[in-house]
């Protein structure tokens, strides 16, 4: 189930109330304003709408990398809203999973490498994070890739490791901002064909932003922001 | 440790310039190493010197000289245990850069007021018995080769004139900075057969009874030859050296500047180019903070990174030093005791390693500070 009423109290993410408002030359932009939602475990959410709506500012609150201005977002019993620095970090670390649309990859470091950083993250042995990270690539079809650097990977598959360190530390959900953005349409093809079978074969809870309608079509739910709020659209 | 891949990887993005930074470091510790040794060779003579010997010299400079009847009278202070002489030869030795110092020694006395050089007994004997004898330093005499039996000509240039010695003894020192540089030969000798400055010494030292009342003892002596034709200036050894040092030129004050400086280029230098290292990678740290890594994780790689930086850099320069100071006196002569001791090569490179964290400090801190939204919206 997902709401955008304030309702359903039992949801894994639960956004209640948020307004958030940018302060630039002394005048106040409200880009979030009185927002609700609700998203129970295993959803699939596209996020549409047009440019400058606040689709990424929602993607950054629910992420923990930015604080609403007013109301409060709880993941899985947590209040992220009331957690700050070394805590936030730490929740994001086990909780989510982000797919930026560009800019996600270390090029100094081998798409295993890349995968690998959540790990360092945790108290995995060596062995249990080569074992994790193979298991990912593997999953992403990218385990003959783990040598490679960014620049020697296609946009698709520089997308693919970013999915695949998304979920490497299986975190709690998803957030993918424009995943696809940056693709033509057949790595965009396996991109969502990728982001589906999470959802579909490995029960993720997935949250994503995007303007293509083919993608959006993908999801279980797809939500229009307008005016500061989230209106659902349908199936 | 997990972090080390990231850290190698980060430093390999653009070789020719972690080539660059890494010299730095290198090559002002490697300074930084030979002018402590030199800091050393010039200090040395104030380590060792005793501190129950008075220089007495002529007033008016080091270079002119006293008579030779003051032994009698400042052996006459209360006191002084004993007294002995000599005078500066100045000679060279085939050619100009093979310098060690010759001095004619009052060669009765001479032992007893420095019992820290020491000669075999039947060498010290031969010594004596021969007019044209000298001893010389084992560090001189390794140096060019001297044995027993040699002839060693020197070419005077105060009283010019070539002068034959033969090598009766080789001294060593007690302690390890002892100077074994010296070659000594008989004032008789010299008095003899030098044309003009006849009966006339270079300095006295005097060896007193009780260190304490050192500084008493040396007034006393002054006040002897006040208002004579040589007045004479004493003082414990230790000023003595000090005093010589700082003639030769403020050698700490130099060297101090010339570190100073060097490192704060080094400073300059590093901190820029980790300014820019970390400033190209913001869209990376932003990515590293959205997988979870803390703030104070973020603050404490681009540390690491410098001081990695610092460690290699600065390693290979305290090394590079060190090698070279074991290699011996580069100058020839000029710095008898040249070494890089243990010690300062700790300094050296925590002062390597200060570098390294105050040249990542404000990059690091912009790192920490930075927020993954803003940086991706930039990015
Ligand atoms: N740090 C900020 N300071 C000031 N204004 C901001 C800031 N971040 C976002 N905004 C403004 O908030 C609004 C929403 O931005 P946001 O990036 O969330 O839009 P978006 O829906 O993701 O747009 P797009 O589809 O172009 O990515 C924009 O008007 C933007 O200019
Ligand atoms: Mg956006």
Redo the contacts with the bound molecule.
Sequence with gaps: MVRVDGGGDGALIRVREVD?V???GGEA?H?LQNLNLDVERGEFVAFM????????????LLGGLDVPTEGSITVAGDEITAMSGRILAEWRARHVGFIFQMFNLIPVLTAFQNVELPLLLTRLSKRERREHVETALDLVGLADRMDHYPRQLSGGQEQRTAIARAIVADPTFLLC??PTGDLDRHSAGEVLGLVDRLVHEHGKTVLM?T?DPRAAETAHVVLH?EKGVLVEAGR | MKHLPLLWANLKRRKARTLLTLGSFAVALFLFGVLAAIQIAFNQGIEVAGVDRLVVRNRTSLIQPLPFAYRQRILQIPGVREVTFATWFGGVYQEERNFFPQFAIDTPTWREVYPEFVVPPEQWEAFVKDREGCVVGEGTARKYGFKVGDRVPIMGTVWSGLWEFTVHGIYTGKRQEDDVSQFWFHYSYLDERRPFWKGLVGWYVAKVADPDRAVLVARAIDERFANSPYETSAETEKAFAAGFVKQVGDIQTLILSIGAVVFFTLLLVTGNTMAMSVKERTGEIAILKSIGFSDVTVLGLVLAEGLLVATIGGGLGVAGAKAFTLRGDPTGGMLPLFYFPPLDMVKGMLLALGIGTASAIWPAVYAMRLRV??AL?RA
């Design positions: 958030k940018y302060v630039r932009i880009v709408g047009p440019s400058g709506s606040g689709k990424t500012t929602l993607l950054n901002d424009e932003v303007h922001l | 939204v803003d919206r």
